[in-house]
């Protein structure tokens, strides 16, 4: 889509990381900017592949604790809850969720299931299939707030849930586009045991890291096309883009769009139109030039043709 009345004259769009956030409804069209829409869990899954657009399967950390790894299914859905939700706050270290949780709680959906790693079940390859697995990652300050009690999710277990969905990356030669939060080396250390060597691409979403870490790590394990990092408008501004290759910036807006509701879908482009202008200037580049060279970087990406 051409810009035409922003800022941004001459340039084109595209959203690298979105999310559903409609009833079904809609097209799925999205207003014509190109877009890839990230599936976060056992809940989403099916309709975000449903739409008409491009699309992530993975398990977001938020959402790590829905589901389990692993052949055998857990003994009851306490056994695996109380394995990987630790309650913080006055009830540090009990042992015993309230029943009033576990209700509140869905049944553990089997990962093995969700994202199969043989490669006759599911394939990047063909055109209905995900283009990227997304989102997935490690999250240390998330808090889980249910019936009146704080948890975290263990990191052991997220640290699983993300392996798995890396390995299902690797079968099926897809990109992943990462979350991580306060726990760069630990997401550091899965991504380069699971994905070197392989030529699977990694988007560092809303980047939340040092330049340095970017630089001495990042970089260094996903050399040339490999590492991209997507800028939004939230976290990722801390970065300084100047030390940051032209060739390994995206855009996104992270928003949950909703393709029946117009607005959305403006709210949205005003966000991408704003992104590159902001980070445009910081660049010392003509924005429609850098929104160019954007939208060749995601189809780089994303292995559009
Ligand atoms: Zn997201």
């Not at 938020?62 to 990987?84: I, L, M, N």
């Not at 997935?136 to 969905?165: F, K, P, S």
């Not at 445009?280 to 429609?288: H, N, R, T, V």
Request: proline content about 6%.
């Amino acid at each position: 889509m051409e810009l035409g009345r922003g800022a941004v004259d001459g340039g084109v769009l595209c959203d690298a990381h979105c999310h559903w956030g409609g009833d079904g409804g809609g097209d799925g069209g999205g207003g014509g900017v190109p877009r890839v829409v990230m599936a976060t869990g056992p809940r989403d899954m099916a309709l975000v592949a449903g739409g008409h657009w491009r699309y992530g399967l993975g398990v977001h950390p938020w959402e790590a604790h829905t589901v389990y790894c692993g052949a055998a299914g857990p003994q009851s859905k306490r056994e695996h809850y109380e394995r990987v939700l630790q309650p913080q706050g006055a009830e540090a270290g009990a042992e015993v969720l309230p029943q009033g949780v576990i209700d509140e709680l869905p049944d553990p959906a089997p990962l093995r299931l969700l994202l199969p790693l043989s490669l006759d079940s599911g394939s990047g390859s063909t055109s209905s299939g995900p283009v990227c697995v997304g989102e997935v990652g490690l999250d240390r300050a998330r808090r889980l707030h249910l019936h009146n009690h704080t948890y975290r999710v263990d990191i052991a277990h997220q640290t699983a849930v993300l392996e798995h969905c890396l390995l299902y990356a690797r079968t099926h030669s897809l990109p992943v586009s990462l979350h991580v939060v306060r726990c760069q080396q630990l997401a550091w250390e899965c991504c380069t045991r699971v994905l070197q060597g392989s030529n699977v691409r990694v988007m560092l979403h809303s980047y939340s890291g040092s330049l340095q870490f970017l630089q001495t790590h990042w970089t260094v394990s996903f050399p040339g096309e490999q590492l991209y990092v997507s800028v939004g408008p939230g976290v990722s501004r801390r970065l300084d883009y100047t030390r940051v290759p032209r060739s390994s910036l995206l855009v996104e807006t992270d928003l949950f769009l909703d393709p029946s509701r117009e607005e959305t879908i403006a709210e949205a482009d005003a966000s991408l139109a704003e992104t590159i202008q902001w980070l445009a200037s910081q660049l010392g580049e003509d924005p429609s030039l850098l929104s160019r060279t954007i939208r060749n970087n995601y189809n780089t990406f994303y292995n559009i043709v």
